[in-house]
């Protein structure tokens, strides 16, 4: 790699895992977006996260997303902050779309995006929270009916009070969701460093091929 480049999943992975994301988010802020397309555009978000260690061999479905770099994370979260703390209102869920949109899906956002990392909360602190207390090594699996899938392997940091990305993505969270700031100190947050991807979709190019 050369000096200065900054290193990230090949382009195939992020049309789909993150060009695709983004344009339907865009859609369903302008009420474009089908059900249907909603429930199939959202396994983008959603991949079983498998850890092993105290709890056993464990795999639970839980919501990710790419992360701001780290000098656009305070500009970022502060965003977030200010709409939170205004409360629930009516129209909430419709303004913290339209703030994700300007932040992190719009035209022009991918430069602020750091794609070698996901973020996700810990909301059950069950046996994922069991495993990669123990043992950071995890798996994502992605999978968009009917064929594609992508294996993204790395390791889990833990975030817990104190550090900015457990702020980040408690924010990032509740910036739709109804807010709940009290809750904060005891959702951890977890940061995915990826080190490798591979393309497990039934086709062409697939397979278990290793793309990063």
């Known amino acids: ?7 990230k999943p090949p382009e195939e992975f992020l049309r789909w895992a993150y060009d695709g ?9 302008r009420g474009e977006v089908q059900p249907h397309e909603l429930l199939l555009g959202f396994s983008r978000h959603t991949p079983a996260v498998v850890s092993y260690g105290p709890a056993g061999l464990n795999a639970a479905i839980k919501g990710v997303g790419f992360l701001p770099k780290p000098r656009y994370l305070k500009e970022t979260l502060d ?3 200010e709409h939170i703390d205004r409360g629930w209102r009516e129209g909430y869920r419709e303004e913290g779309l339209k703030l994700l949109v300007r932040l992190l899906y719009d035209e022009g956002c991918r430069e602020r ?15 994922s929270w069991e495993n990669l207390r123990a043992n950071p090594k995890v798996t994502l699996l992605f999978y968009q009916p009917p064929n594609i899938s992508y294996e993204v392997r790395g390791r889990a940091e833990i975030h817990e009070e104190g550090s900015l990305y457990h ?10 969701h109804r807010p709940e700031r ?31």
């Open 1 to 7: 790699m050369r000096r200065g480049i900054e290193p």
């Open 21 to 29: 994301r983004a344009e339907l988010v865009r859609r369903q802020v």
């Open 79 to 81: 965003a977030f902050l």
């Open 113 to 127: 995006l750091d794609f070698t990392k996901l973020g996700s909360l810990e909301l059950a602190r069950g046996h």
């Open 167 to 176: 702020l980040l993505i408690n924010a990032q969270h509740d910036v739709y």
């Open 182 to 212: 009290a809750c904060w100190a005891t959702r951890p947050a977890y940061v995915f460093l990826i080190e490798e991807i591979y393309d497990n979709s039934a086709r062409d190019g697939g397979f278990g091929r290793r793309i990063y």
